[in-house]
C-alpha cells in the first residue's frame, strides 16, 4: 500500500498494490490462495506508482535555514515487520532494498518490545537503509529506554545522523477496531502535536538528504584526491562528470543524477575487477558484523583465531592443489606480490647455496625477474620496479629503476569467429605473423605442447635465459619468474598463449628459478576456475591472490607458498625468518569475508560442483559473432570476462576509441572504463547469465551505431 498527501491539493491518495483476502503473513495467504506475487513484480509496482503521482516532481522540498515544507509526502507500507516474509518466503527487507527508500520505524511498545525494536532497527542498518525515525505507540517505558539506547549504544549509524542519535517520535495509541470514526481521534491537540513531531522530523531529515545530494560532488572535488585521475580535467563546468553513488546492489550502482533521480548503472568493471558476491550482499554483511562484534581487529603474529584458520584452509582447498601449503596475509594486492618477491628471492638463494658450494651468498649479484611485457603487479616499489617503463611508471617514483628481464608475449586473438595465435617479432622474426588454431577449446589443450610452436617458445626463452646469465656480473641473474597467467590485465586485456606461460614455467623451473603466479585479478573463479593452475596445466611455487578472495567489500591479500618455500625460511635466527607484516594482517573481518565469498561462489547455480568451475557467463558464439563486427579489431570471453578490442588508429593507454564506446553504455544503462583501445564487460561470479546476455546485446547496438 502506498499513501500520498500532496498538501497543495488538500487531499490524501491511498491504493492497495497487492492483497490476499485471508488475514495472515504473506507467504501462507499467497499459498493458501495461489497467488504468490513474485519480489520483482512488488518492486516494478511500486516504481510505478510512485511515477505516477505527478505532484512529487512538480514541487520538490523547499529548504530555507533550518525550516523545512515538504510539498508532499508519500508512504510505502509494508505487510508486517522489518523481516516479515513477502510471498516468496524472502525477508521484506530484502525486498524492498532496490528501491532503499528512507524508513520510519514503528517500534513495539509491549513487553519485549524494546528488543524487537532494536533488532528491526539493526537488521535495517546492515542493509544499508536510513532510517529517519522511530515512532512508538503511546508507551513512555520503553520509548524512554530505546532514547537512552540509542544515545549510548547507536549514536551514529547513518552519515546524515551525525552526532545525533535517531529521533523517537511518541505517538498516540491507536483506538480499538470497533471505532470507526477517526476524526476526533486526530483533532485532539495532544494527537496532532504528536503527529507533527513526526512530520517535522521527515522533513528535517529529507532537508539533510537534499544539502547532501546537491553538494556532494562539489565537497568531492574539494577533497578528494582519485588514483590514476588527472584532476584538471575532472569535475567543475569543463571537465569529465564526477558520479555519485548514493548506493549499489548486486550487479548494480545506484547513481545521481543531475535532475536528483537515482538510476541503476551495471558495474561492468566489476569496481576495478574486485565484485564477486553482489554489491549490498546482506550475508556479507552480516558475516562482517559477527566478525567486528566478536574480535574487532586483533594482532596476529604467533595467534591464532578462527576465522584466519578457516579461511586458510578454505583458500588453500580451492587454489593450493598440491603444491600450496602455507597462506600468508597482506592488505592488498601489491603487496602480496612484494611478498611473493621476497619469497621468491629467498629460495632462489637457498637452493642456488644447497646446490653450488661455490655459491657465495655475501657476494651474489643483483637478482631480476623474468616478466611478461606490458605487465602491472602494483604500485608499491618492488612490483613497480618488475614493469618496464612506462606511463605508470617512470616519473611516478624517484627511484623506479627496472629490474625485469621483460619477454615479448604471443597473445589469443578471436577474428571473425576464428581463433589464432599472434607472435611478436622478437620470436616469429617477422611483424604481424600468426599462427591458427582450430577451436577455442584446442587453446588450452596439452596437446599442444607436441607442436613446432611449443618448441620455438622454449628456445626462444632459453636463449634469453642464457644471455641473461652470461650478463649477470653487470645486470643480474634471474631469480624469478612472475607470470599474470592467462589474462593480462591493466596491461590491456591481453589473453597471453597458455602454451607460452606452460613454456616459461617449465624451462625456469629446469633452471631452479622458483615460479611467481599473480592471481590478483584471475584468481576465485574470474575466469571460471579457482586458480588458473587449471588451465594452465602447470603449478607454480608461489602464487598470489585479493580482490575476488573477500567478494569485493573489503580489502586483503594472501601469498600461498609452497613448503619448500616456506622451509627456506626456517633457522635459527630471526633474520632467517620472513620479517614482513602489516598491522591489520588477517583482520577478522577479512577473513570472515573470504569464508563467505568462497561459500556464495560454490552456492551459485553458475557453479558446477563436480568440475569444481563456472560456466561462461557470456555467451561465446554470441562473442565470436561480435568479433568480426566492422568496428572490432578482436574479441573474446574468458569466464566473468568479455573482452572487445577496437579497431583503432592508436592502440594502448593513448587510445579514445573505448572512451566513445564507455560514453554511449553509460547513456544505456552501463558503467564502464576503457582500457585504450579496449572495451571489457565483467560480472560477479554470481550474476546469472541472462542479465549477461543483455549487457552483450546493448554492446551490440552501440557498435552498430559506430
Known amino acids: 500500500m502506498y499513501t500520498s498527501v500532496p498538501s497543495q491539493l488538500g487531499q490524501v491518495h491511498r491504493k492497495t498494490l497487492h492483497f490476499w483476502d485471508i488475514p495472515a503473513s504473506p507467504h501462507i495467504s499467497a499459498r493458501a490462495e495461489n497467488r504468490v506475487i513474485a519480489d520483482n513484480d512488488v518492486i516494478t509496482g511500486v516504481k510505478s506508482a510512485l511515477a505516477a503521482l505527478p505532484w512529487l516532481r512538480e514541487q520538490p522540498a523547499k529548504i530555507s535555514g533550518s525550516d523545512t515544507e515538504l510539498s508532499s509526502m508519500t508512504l510505502v507500507e509494508t505487510a508486517g515487520g522489518v523481516l516479515s516474509p513477502s510471498a516468496t518466503i524472502r525477508p521484506q527487507a530484502d525486498v524492498y532494498r532496490p528501491l532503499r527508500l528512507p524508513v520510519v520505524l514503528i517500534g513495539d511498545p509491549k513487553l519485549g518490545g524494546i528488543s524487537s525494536t532494536l533488532s528491526a532497527y539493526e537488521s535495517l542498518i546492515v542493509r544499508g537503509y536510513d532510517v529517519v525515525a522511530l515512532a512508538v505507540l503511546d508507551d513512555t517505558t520503553n520509548s524512554d529506554a530505546l532514547t537512552e539506547i540509542m544515545r549510548d549504544v547507536y549514536p551514529a549509524h547513518t552519515p546524515l545522523s551525525g552526532t545525533q542519535p535517531l529521533n523517537i517520535v511518541r505517538l498516540p495509541e491507536i483506538p480499538p477496531p470497533e471505532v470507526t470514526d477517526l476524526s476526533s481521534w486526530y483533532a485532539t491537540p495532544e494527537h496532532e502535536a504528536m503527529f507533527d513531531s513526526l512530520y517535522r522530523t521527515v522533513c528535517a531529515w529529507q532537508a539533510d538528504h537534499v544539502r547532501e545530494v546537491t553538494s556532494l560532488q562539489s565537497r568531492g572535488e574539494g577533497v578528494l584526491w582519485w588514483p590514476f585521475t588527472q584532476h584538471q580535467s575532472v569535475g567543475g563546468t569543463d571537465g569529465s562528470p564526477v558520479t555519485h553513488i548514493d548506493s549499489a546492489l548486486d550487479d548494480d550502482f545506484h547513481v545521481v543524477e543531475k535532475n536528483g533521480d537515482v538510476v541503476p548503472l551495471f558495474d561492468s568493471c566489476a569496481s576495478w575487477w574486485t565484485q564477486g558476491v553482489g554489491h549490498g550482499n546482506v550475508s556479507m554483511a552480516t558475516s562482517l558484523a559477527y566478525a567486528a562484534g566478536r574480535y574487532g581487529h586483533v594482532i596476529f603474529p604467533e595467534n591464532v583465531h578462527t576465522l584466519a584458520v578457516q579461511a586458510s584452509e578454505e583458500i588453500l582447498k580451492a587454489v593450493g592443489g598440491k603444491w600450496g601449503e602455507r597462506v600468508f596475509f597482506t592488505d592488498n594486492g601489491s603487496t602480496a606480490v612484494e611478498v611473493a618477491v621476497k619469497m621468491a628471492f629467498k629460495k632462489y638463494i637457498s637452493t642456488a647455496t644447497q646446490k653450488n658450494a661455490e655459491f657465495d651468498t655475501k657476494t651474489i649479484p643483483k637478482l631480476r625477474i623474468m616478466a611478461q611485457s606490458n605487465c602491472y603487479h602494483g604500485d608499491t616499489l618492488g612490483v613497480m620496479n618488475v614493469a618496464e617503463p612506462s606511463v605508470f611508471t617512470e616519473g611516478q617514483h624517484p627511484w623506479f629503476e627496472c629490474k625485469a628481464l621483460s619477454v615479448d608475449t604471443p597473445t589469443i586473438e578471436c577474428v571473425n569467429g576464428k581463433y589464432h595465435v599472434t607472435l611478436p617479432k622478437s620470436i616469429s622474426g617477422a611483424d604481424d605473423a600468426t599462427v591458427a588454431i582450430k577451436a577455442r577449446e584446442d587453446v588450452f589443450s596439452l ?118 618455500v616456506f622451509d627456506s625460511f626456517l633457522g635459527d635466527a630471526k633474520a632467517d625468518a620472513l620479517l614482513h607484516g602489516h598491522s591489520y594482517t588477517a583482520h577478522p573481518m577479512g577473513c570472515a569475508s573470504v569464508l563467505t565469498a568462497l561459500q556464495q561462489y560454490k552456492a551459485s547455480p553458475n557453479f558446477d560442483q563436480q568440475t569444481q568451475t563456472l560456466a561462461e557467463s557470456w555467451d561465446i558464439a554470441e562473442v565470436e559473432k561480435l568479433s568480426g563486427h566492422r568496428a572490432v579489431h578482436h574479441a573474446f570471453s574468458l569466464g566473468t570476462v568479455c573482452v572487445v578490442a577496437l579497431k583503432s588508429n592508436e592502440v594502448g593507454y593513448s587510445s579514445t576509441a573505448g572512451k566513445r564506446v564507455v560514453t554511449k553504455l553509460r547513456q544505456e544503462g552501463v558503467f564502464a572504463r576503457p582500457l585504450g583501445n579496449v572495451v571489457y564487460l565483467m560480472c560477479a561470479p554470481v550474476t546469472p547469465k541472462d542479465k549477461c546476455t543483455e549487457w552483450l546485446k546493448t554492446l551490440n547496438r552501440i557498435l552498430e551505431s559506430e
Request: proline letters at 5%.
Open 447 to 564: 596437446d599442444r605442447d607436441n607442436t613446432p610452436l611449443y618448441k620455438q617458445y622454449t628456445t626462444h626463452i632459453t636463449d634469453m635465459l642464457d644471455q641473461a646469465h652470461a650478463d649477470r656480473n653487470t645486470r643480474g641473474d634471474v631469480g624469478a619468474l612472475m607470470v599474470e597467467p592467462v589474462l593480462l590485465g591493466a596491461g590491456g586485456m591481453m589473453w597471453i598463449d597458455p602454451l607460452f606461460q606452460r613454456a616459461m614455467i617449465r624451462v625456469c623451473r629446469q633452471r631452479d628459478i622458483p615460479v611467481i603466479f599473480d592471481e590478483v585479478f584471475a584468481g576465485f573463479w574470474r575466469l571460471g576456475c579457482a586458480s588458473t593452475t587449471q588451465l594452465l596445466g602447470v603449478d607454480p611455487d608461489i602464487s598470489c591472490y585479493a580482490k575476488l578472495l573477500t567478494g569485493g567489500v573489503i580489502p586483503m591479500s594472501v601469498t600461498v607458498a609452497s613448503a619448500d
